[in-house]
């Protein structure tokens, strides 16, 4: 790893799954996702249930657990879950098989970065994934892409303070932990990489959004202890 942050590259994979790819958030998705977190965001919550009835795309979905909330929350919504790892789609599509919701859930294996099916979609959201993506502004711009008209994108990213500081509160103490771990190796492969990392702070963020074309960057006062929520207008 010290090599790769000398010389350029990613070290090999860690030993475990990629973060977010993993069972990890599953609980907070099934729990939190649909019964609390998007009904704390007004605009959305009423499209979600609203006719007609609204398409979702959930960029990086890893095993499908937040689609799969979502969908359950709101019984009229079909969801598209993209993610680049063959193997995490082959999951989701069990995963959805087993809740019984294949029929409104479905999954493929798409790069966030690539053009996606234009303006099909009331909601994108990406959930935890944006700061371990390569080409973020590329994915986001992606993602406004396939919004149709009146869309908004939503993130939840990592929850760290607006300005660094030292010492480092112990939630960005541990965010830069994963940071020199997992996020910044899991991009480094690519010679056009970002190299965001785990401590996007909200700046970061808004920046990558206008470059991407979106002319609004709202943070939300939704409460989830270790994210942060924001809605993306274009």
Not at 194 to 215: D, E, H, Q
């Amino acid at each position: 790893m010290v090599e790769a942050f000398r010389h350029g590259g990613a070290p090999p994979p860690l030993p475990w799954e990629p973060e977010g790819r993993a069972e990890f958030n599953r609980a907070l998705f099934l729990n939190l996702l649909g019964s609390r977190w998007l009904p704390a965001i007004p605009e959305v919550d009423r499209r979600l249930r609203a006719e007609p009835p609204a398409r979702v795309a959930d960029v990086a979905c890893g095993t499908g657990w937040s689609s799969i909330a979502m969908a359950r929350a709101y019984p009229a919504i079909t969801v598209d879950g993209f993610d680049v790892d063959p193997d995490v789609v082959a999951a989701a599509i069990e995963n959805a098989r087993e809740a019984d919701l294949a029929g409104r859930v479905r999954f493929a294996v798409v790069d966030a970065a690539d053009p996606g099916p234009a303006g099909r979609y009331d909601l994108v959201t990406i959930f935890e994934a944006l700061h371990d993506m390569a080409r973020p502004v590329e994915a986001l711009r992606a993602a406004r892409a396939m919004l149709a008209e009146g869309g908004s994108v939503v993130i939840a990213d990592e929850r760290v303070e607006d300005e660094f500081t030292a010492p480092a509160p112990d939630r960005d103490r541990r965010a830069y932990g994963w940071s020199v771990i997992s996020c910044l190796p899991g991009a480094m492969g690519d010679p056009g990489t970002a190299a965001t990392g785990a401590v996007m702070r909200p700046t970061t963020l808004a920046g990558y959004a206008g470059a991407a074309g979106f002319r609004h960057t709202e943070a939300l006062g939704v409460e989830a202890e270790d994210w942060r929520f924001y809605r993306l207008i274009p």
